[in-house]
């Protein structure tokens, strides 16, 4: 069995004659590398780790042959991270730059070497997106009539943690100093720098709810009615 999945699994079963209950779960990782286009190596080396997870769990109880209620909950969750193998902090500490006070994030500074192809930046990001969901049905039948009523509570939540290159600063090499862009970077000289300030970590929630409520009516052996309300 593969430890990337995707693998999925269903157990069924009854308590009693009058209630019976399946649940479901789903699981998959999906791993990518890839190499940013137009990027120097190793910068543009790019860790893509995707994760994919589900599951549920449904409960019928029949209270009646005309009384019957259907509940079911479950959960969903997928997650997107993307980063580069190195820290930029480490880099910086490597190569002698000074002045910025970002550590850990694992992206790089941006290095633009005039006539030599830019090191641009591999971004940070960790994506993940977890819903719940509740859903009760339940189903009456009296006679020519079959309502039904229902209910079902969704929660969201989304969240987000990303970087980039700049947050470690953008460098220009132009040859401002020595005539030479390259010459420029082997002596630290760059013609421009700018620096951003990292992106705190966001989280949103949301809330839905609906509800309905329906009627089959079997108003003749070949006239039915179905009407209801959401």
Known sequence: MSPWGPIDARLDGRARTADSIYSTFNFANMPYNSWTPGSLPPFGLRHSFRTARSGQISWTHIFSAQLVNAERMGFTRQKNSIRTPYIGSDILRQVGMQGVSTVGLPTVPEIAISGITT????????????????????????????????????????????????????????????????????????????????????????????????????MRPALTLDYGLR
Do not use: C, M
């Open 119 to 218: 090191a641009t930046e591999v971004p940070f990001l960790v994506f993940p997106i977890t819903g719940y969901q509740w859903t009760d049905n339940l189903t009456w039948t009296r006679g020519e009539h079959t309502p039904r009523i229902g209910l079902t509570v969704v929660r969201d939540h989304v969240a987000n943690t990303s970087g980039s290159g700049t947050n470690y600063g953008l460098y220009n090499f132009s040859g401002t100093f020595t005539g030479s862009p390259y010459a420029d970077f082997l002596l630290g000289l760059p013609q421009t720098t700018s620096l951003d300030t990292p992106n705190p970590p966001s989280h949103s929630f949301g809330n839905w709810w609906n509800a309905y409520a329906q009627d089959h009516w079997k």
